[in-house]
C-alpha cells in the first residue's frame, strides 16, 4: 500500500477513497431511524476504509452528566461498558468540555489518556494514537467522536481531521433527526392515548376534561339531579363551564332525544329578549310580520338554558315565574295561554342573593331557581386540571390548524401557575392563540409570555370597554346576540374565537404596533397574538390612524 506509483496517483487514489466513504456515509443518514445501524455503519467505513480503528461515539445522558460509549465498532460489549467518562476526565471529557478536537500522537506518552475502554495490551505494538473530535449541534458539544489509528500511515494526521469532521457532523444529523423522531413519536404516542382517554371520557363524562375533586363532585351532582324535574342553578365564573354542564345535565335526562336551547339573558336587549323568550304574534309590534314561536315554546319536551340569569329584568323575572309555576306561556301580542314542557336551567356569576338584598332580582324566583345549586370553581383552584385541559386544547388546535406543535420546557409549569381569570375559555383561546404562534413547532416560554402579557392588557381593557357601548365595527364577541326574527333553535351564547369587545384607547397603539413587530407586519398573525378577529384588530388601526404605518392622530380614538 505504501509504494504508490507516483505521489499524484497516491492523491488522488487518497481523494477517490474519502469521496467513497462520505457518499456511503451521507446514505446512512437516509437510516436515521435506527442510529445503531447509521453510526456503527459510519464507525465502520472509517475502520475499513481508512484505518481509523476503534471508532467510538460517546454522548452524555441528561441524568449523570458523563459520556458514555453509545456506538462504536471493533469493541467488545465490555469495552463499551467501561467507556464512561465524566467531563472532567481524560482526553475525551476535555473534548467535550471545551468542544475543541484533541489528537494524542502517542498514547503511551500521554498521562491525560486513560486507557479506561480499550486496554494497551488489546492494542497493536506499534506507536498508536488518538483523535478524539467534538460532535456538535450548532456551537454546542452533545459527544464525542474517537478513534485510534497506527501513527505510521501513509495517510496523513490531517487529511484524517478532515474527514473526520464531516463525519462528525453526519453523526450529528443522525442523532439530531433521531431525536426529532423520537420527540414526535412520544408526541405521537401521548396524542394517541389522548384520544383514547378522550373517547372513554366521552362516554362516561360527555367530554368534560378534569381529574380534580371539584370537577368530579358537579358532574355527579350533575348527573343525579339529571333525571329528576328539580330546578337547577349552575354558578361560577365567567368560562368555568356552566353552559357545558348545562347540556350534560340535559343529556343524561330523560330529554335528551327533545331540543336544547339556550340563551343568553344579558346579551340581548330587553324588548327582544321579550320576544325571542315567549314568541310574538303577528302585527305585535313594528315589524312582527308573523307569528314567531319563542324559544320556551321551541324547547318544548326539552330543556331550555338561561345564562346569566341575574341580568333578567323585574318584568321578565315574573314572566318567567308563571312559566315555572305554571307551565304556561302568552307570546308578546297574544292573549292566549300556550301550555309548554320545558326544563329550565338558569346560570349566573353574580350572586343572586345580593341582587335580592338589593331588589334587583325577586325572592320567590330566586327560590325557585335556586332549588338545586351547583357551583363550578373556577379553574386556579381546580388541581390538575390546567394540564389536562391544556393538553386537550392543544391537540385540537392542532387537529384544527393542520399543525404538529408541542409545548417546549417549562410552558406547562407557566400554564399551570397562571391564575386564569377567564376560565377554560381564556385557557383554550391562549392555547389556540399559541399554536398559531408558534414559529417552528414548539410553543416557546417566550410565546406564552407574550400571550399571557397581553392577556392581562385584555382584562384591563375589558374593565374599560365595559362602561362603554356596543361596537360599532361589530366585533366577534362570546356572548352574540340574536338578530330578531332569526328564529330556529339555535344557541346564542355559543364561544367565538375572538376577545369581548373593547373600546379602542389610544394606549393600544403600542400593543398594535409591537405585535405587527412581532410577526413582520402580518395583520392576521398579529391579531390572533393580541387575542382579536383579523376585523378588530383592522378597525382598531384605522381608528387609530395607524393603516399605513402612521403614528397614531390623538383625534382619531
Ligand atoms: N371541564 C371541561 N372540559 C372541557 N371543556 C370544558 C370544560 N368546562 C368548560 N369547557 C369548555 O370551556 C368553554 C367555556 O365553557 P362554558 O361556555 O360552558 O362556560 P360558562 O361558565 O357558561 O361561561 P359564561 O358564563 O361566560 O357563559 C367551552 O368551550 C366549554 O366547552
Redesign the pocket.
Known sequence: MENLSSPLESDVIKAETDLTVVQEAAKLIGHSGSPESAITGILRLMSQMLGLNRGRVLLSTPDDSALHIQYSYGLTPEERKRGVYSFEEGITGRVMRQGQLAVVQNIDEEPGYLFRAVDRMTLPDGVVAYIAIPILEGNTPVGVLAVNRLRMRPRSFSADLVILRILATFIAQIIKINSLIEERTNHLQAENQELKDALQNQQTNH????DSRA?QDALLQVTRVAKTQVTVLLT?E????????SQILHLNSARKEQPFLAI?CAAIPDQLLESELFGHERGAFTGASATKPGKIELASGGTLFL?EIGDLNLELQSKLLRVLEGQVIQRVGGNKDIPVDVRIVT?T?KNLQDAVNRGEFRLDLFYRLNVFPIH?PPLRSREGDVRI?AR?FLLSANREYGRYTLLGNGVMERLESYSWPGN??QL?NVIKRAVLMAEDGTISIMDIEAILRQESTISRHLEAGQQSSADPAGPTS??SAIAPGSGGAQNT?S?GPGRPYSWVRADEASELTDALQQTGGNKTRAAALLGMTPRQFRYRLEKLNMNNGAEPGPDNV
Open positions: 367530554g368534560i376534561l378534569g370537577v361560577g365567567s368560562g368555568t363551564g356552566k353552559e357545558r354542564f343568553n345564562d346560570a356569576h363550578l385541559l386537550h377554560i375559555r383554550e362570546f356572548n351564547s364561544p
